[in-house]
């Protein structure tokens, strides 16, 4: 496992690369711009509030994308440096952020939590004073101080608690230890110091608690949190229970489980190397040395066996206490239940039961008797209403009345072919053209015809010239 003083070396260089390839600081001019002097916020509020907002996201971005939870402003400046220069007056801008509240003290924060559990200010508060060197600075921006981003650590904060939520399939897989802890989050690259913020912050929201080793009553502040053996952590959506001494024994039997597995581990990589030994013993013809190595080989198989049913029984252990939880919890669940229903069950009684429900019965009754009654009435009205009437008279008159409606229909229709027909033939233009569907008259009905025509003409009054002509015309055709 990496020390913390690997994992802030890391990650220093991961935020001095992060910060170095922003594009604002690749553009000289726009990183001088940047690293100048901040104006008041009262002579030049835009130039102001750009500033600010740009070192805002840049101290958010590299927390983010680094895992940067606790910094200095030493640290900062460090991270800010591009090609040997670094913003000089950065300790004016920590001093707005603190202003705003944007950042604050890592001392300050831990008191307006107002913690006075003695699990934490000793366990937790004094042995994170120790290795982080907190003391009470004479300015704001002094280069050793310690500062967080609030926002920053709670979100991280509930990563933690999500991530552990993930590995808890079991009533027993909510206590683990503090060093299993640290594995499970190996990549996250944090510190102890930070890892034990965010369980800070998971206890005030009653999602963890500490199990310290309770041989060691009196803490000093040399022990560096070594104290802390594990963690219980709350099931979603619910409060962490109160620590009792079965937590240890899970705890105990869990940490006995993978050292004897780590030592099975172990086991096996010797009994591999000797089994090769004695093969090249073997080939050279080294019987004794070979014979020494198979005596060592079966006593480390001897040991491997032993510690392999050691790990199985401390295995079948942890299963029946998860079983045992289990039933524990269904029991509370019933009695829970139990309780609950004989509470509902006074409030009810037998006689009252009994009662509403003959009251319903009779309710029921009452009500078909009445429904009864209504439908024989009616009945009885639509009978005398229907006395005199002939119905074989009825059923012939609606007949008539079909017939007839029948008749007009067929009129109505009629006359409005006829309508149409003589709206069609008044909507056709006149023509001269020849119709074969007149008759072609004969030779004697011809001179008729011309005769009728002549005395047409000599009694009629003079035509027009232009008449004149169409006479002529039509006298020639």
Same mark, same amino acid.
């Given at each position: 496992?990496?020390?913390?003083?690997?994992?802030?070396?890391?990650?220093?260089?991961?935020?001095?690369?992060?910060?170095?390839?922003?594009?604002?600081?690749?553009?000289?001019?726009?990183?001088?711009?940047?690293?100048?002097?901040?104006?008041?916020?009262?002579?030049?509020?835009?130039?102001?509030?750009n500033l600010m907002t740009f070192w805002n996201n840049s101290?958010?971005?590299?927390?983010?994308?680094?895992?940067?939870?606790?910094?200095?402003?030493?640290?900062?400046?460090?991270?800010?440096?591009?090609?040997?220069?670094?913003?000089?007056?950065?300790? #004016?801008?920590?001093?707005?952020?603190?202003?705003?509240?944007?950042? $604050?003290?890592?001392?300050?924060?831990?008191?307006?939590?107002?913690?006075?559990?003695?699990?934490?200010?000793?366990?937790?508060?004094?042995?994170?004073?120790?290795?982080?060197?907190?003391?009470?600075?004479?300015?704001?921006?002094?280069?050793?101080?310690?500062?967080?981003?609030?926002?920053?650590?709670?979100?991280?904060?509930?990563?933690?608690?999500?991530? &552990?939520?993930?590995?808890?399939?079991?009533?027993? @897989?909510?206590?683990?230890?503090?060093?299993?802890?640290?594995?499970?989050?190996?990549?996250w690259y944090i510190t102890r110091e930070e890892l034990d913020?965010?369980?800070?912050?998971?206890?005030?929201?009653?999602?963890?608690?500490?199990?310290?080793?309770?041989?060691?009553?009196?803490?000093?502040?040399?022990?560096?949190?070594?104290?802390?053996?594990?963690?219980?952590?709350?099931?979603?959506?619910?409060?962490?229970?109160?620590?009792?001494?079965?937590?240890?024994?899970?705890?105990?039997?869990?940490?006995?489980?993978?050292?004897?597995?780590?030592?099975?581990?172990?086991? #096996?990589?010797?009994?591999?190397?000797?089994?090769?030994?004695?093969?090249?013993?073997?080939? =050279?013809?080294?019987?004794?040395?070979?014979?020494l190595q198979l005596k060592k080989k079966k006593l480390l198989?001897?040991?491997?066996?032993?510690?392999?049913?050691?790990?199985?029984?401390?295995?079948?252990?942890?299963?029946?206490?998860?079983?045992?939880?289990?039933?524990?919890?269904?029991?509370?669940? #019933?009695?829970?239940?139990?309780?609950?229903?004989?509470?509902?069950?006074?409030?009810?009684?037998?006689?009252? $039961?009994?009662?509403?429900?003959?009251?319903?019965?009779?309710?029921?009754?009452?009500?078909?008797?009445?429904?009864?009654?209504?439908?024989?009435?009616?009945?009885?009205?639509?009978? #005398?209403?229907?006395?005199?009437?002939?119905?074989?008279?009825?059923?012939?008159?609606?007949?008539?009345?079909?017939?007839?409606?029948?008749?007009?229909?067929?009129?109505?229709?009629?006359?409005?072919?006829? =309508?149409?027909?003589?709206?069609?033939?008044?909507? &056709?233009?006149?023509?001269?053209?020849?119709?074969?569907?007149?008759?072609?008259?004969?030779?004697?009905?011809? @001179?008729?015809?011309?005769?009728?025509?002549?005395?047409?003409?000599?009694?009629?009054?003079?035509?027009?010239? &232009?008449?004149?002509?169409?006479?002529?015309?039509?006298?020639?055709?």
């Open positions: 496992m990496n020390n913390d003083k690997e994992i802030n070396s890391e990650k220093s260089k991961r935020a001095i690369n992060h910060f170095s390839n922003k594009k604002e600081i690749k553009n000289s001019d726009r990183r001088g711009i940047l690293f100048s002097k901040l104006p008041s916020q009262q002579l030049n509020p835009d130039r102001y509030d101290l958010i971005d590299i927390s983010k994308s680094c895992n940067i939870l606790i910094f200095t402003p030493k640290l900062l400046s460090t991270y800010f440096t591009v090609e040997n220069v670094s913003p000089i007056y950065l300790p #004016l801008i920590l001093n707005e952020m603190i202003k705003t509240k944007f950042i $604050v003290k890592y001392e300050e924060y831990i008191k307006d939590y107002g913690w006075s559990k003695w699990v934490w200010t000793k366990m937790v508060v004094q042995p994170f004073q120790y290795y982080t060197g907190l003391s009470t600075p004479n300015t704001e921006t002094e280069k050793n101080v310690k500062f967080i981003l609030p926002e920053m650590i709670k979100d991280k904060a509930e990563q933690l608690y999500q991530h &552990q939520l993930k590995n808890m399939n079991s009533t027993t @897989d909510n206590i683990i230890s503090y060093i299993n802890l640290e594995k499970s989050i190996k990549d913020l965010l369980l800070l912050v998971l206890f005030r929201d009653s999602k963890v608690l500490i199990l310290t080793n309770n041989k060691i009553k009196n803490i000093n502040n040399n022990n560096n949190g070594e104290d802390r053996i594990g963690i219980k952590f709350a099931f979603d959506g619910e409060k962490v229970q109160p620590i009792q001494e079965t937590d240890f024994g899970i705890l105990k039997l869990q940490t006995t489980y993978e050292t004897l597995k780590q030592q099975e581990s172990k086991l #096996l990589t010797d009994i591999e190397e000797i089994s090769n030994t004695i093969k090249e013993s073997i080939r =050279i013809k080294q019987k004794n040395h070979a014979l198989e001897s040991i491997l066996e032993k510690r392999a049913t050691a790990s199985t029984n401390i295995h079948e252990i942890l299963f029946s206490i998860e079983s045992a939880k289990s039933n524990q919890q269904i029991i509370e669940s #019933l009695c829970t239940g139990v309780s609950t229903l004989k509470k509902v069950n006074q409030e009810i009684s037998v006689d009252q $039961v009994d009662s509403i429900l003959d009251d319903y019965q009779d309710a029921i009754t009452n009500q078909r008797e009445i429904d009864d009654a209504m439908k024989s009435g009616f009945n009885s009205v639509e009978s #005398l209403s229907s006395a005199d009437i002939d119905e074989d008279q009825l059923e012939k008159e609606l007949d008539q009345m079909l017939q007839d409606h029948l008749t007009l229909e067929k009129e109505e229709k009629q006359k409005q072919k006829q =309508i149409e027909k003589e709206k069609q033939q008044q909507q &056709q233009p006149p023509t001269s053209q020849f119709n074969p569907n007149l008759p072609i008259p004969l030779k004697n009905e011809e @001179d008729e015809l011309l005769k009728e025509l002549e005395s047409l003409s000599v009694t009629s009054n003079p035509l027009p010239k &232009q008449d004149e002509n169409k006479q002529k015309t039509s006298e020639l055709i």
